[in-house]
């Protein structure tokens, strides 16, 4: 138990590469798979919102170009997805630059797993956004043109609103997605957790000890997150009747 503790202890010796308080490395690898999570789920977000509405109201070219959009993303591995748009957004930066006559781009690896994970996020919000807001009750729609309310204050005062309900479910699972699917940076070399675990079982040779631990933390960040989406839901779901009968 002394070595347990010592081998996940939060100094710094692992810097020196001795045996013990790789903790540390954990926590910090952590604290970026978080950060890139919440930014991937953000960024999904605003692409599914927008996504959503243009499957939903968009023209033909435009429901067109987003089915591909979605179909593609959702039928390719994420590691493969990860890979070609990590190395080849990468190299579209890079040209760019160097056609302005720039040098090359040292790429961020917080932005850029944002901007990877991020975009396969919008294909999965695209399609959860655009079943909640068909979920929406016409009648509201029309009661609010009737009022001749413009169309994007009908989507914030009305549908987005309404919508929420329906959608919080299935955004509680893209947003677990994310944080696990922040693993697979591991292969482009970003320092998040399951690096950061594999670093360190490699040093120690504890290989049981280190991917438990990290196992234990991504179970922790599951357990917290389904606790602050129930609440959003039950938020959410204000006024509306359940099931068993009555108003929440």
Not at 212 to 235: D, H, N, P, Q
């Amino acid at each position: 138990m002394t070595g347990l503790f010592e081998l996940l202890g939060l100094g710094a010796s692992a810097e020196l590469l001795s045996l013990s308080g790789w903790g540390g490395n954990l926590l910090r690898g952590l604290a970026n798979s978080l950060q890139i999570a919440f930014g991937a789920f953000g960024l999904g977000l605003v692409i599914g919102l927008f996504g959503a509405y243009g499957k939903l109201y968009g023209g033909k070219v435009t429901r067109d170009l987003l089915a591909i959009y979605t179909t593609v993303i959702r039928a390719v591995p994420e590691l493969v997805l990860i890979l070609i748009l990590y190395y080849v957004g990468s190299d579209i930066i890079n040209k760019i630059s160097e056609g302005l006559g720039g040098g090359r781009v040292e790429i961020n690896g917080v932005a850029a797993g944002i901007w990877v994970l991020g975009v396969v996020q919008g294909a999965y919000a695209t399609e959860v956004l655009r079943g909640a807001i068909k979920a929406v009750p016409a009648g509201q729609i029309e009661a609010a043109k009737s009022y001749g309310m413009p169309a994007f204050m009908i989507m914030r005062r009305v549908t987005i609103p309404a919508m929420m309900s329906f959608a919080v479910p299935g955004l509680a699972n893209l947003w677990l997605i994310a944080t696990k699917d922040t693993a697979l940076l591991a292969v482009v070399g970003f320092n998040e957790l399951t690096l950061e675990t594999r670093q360190a079982a490699s040093s120690t040779r504890a290989y049981f000890t280190f991917f438990l631990a990290a196992g234990f933390l991504y179970l922790m960040v599951t357990l917290c997150s389904g606790a602050v989406f129930a609440r959003i839901e039950k938020w959410a779901r204000r006024g509306q009747p359940s099931l068993r009968g009555g108003t929440r």
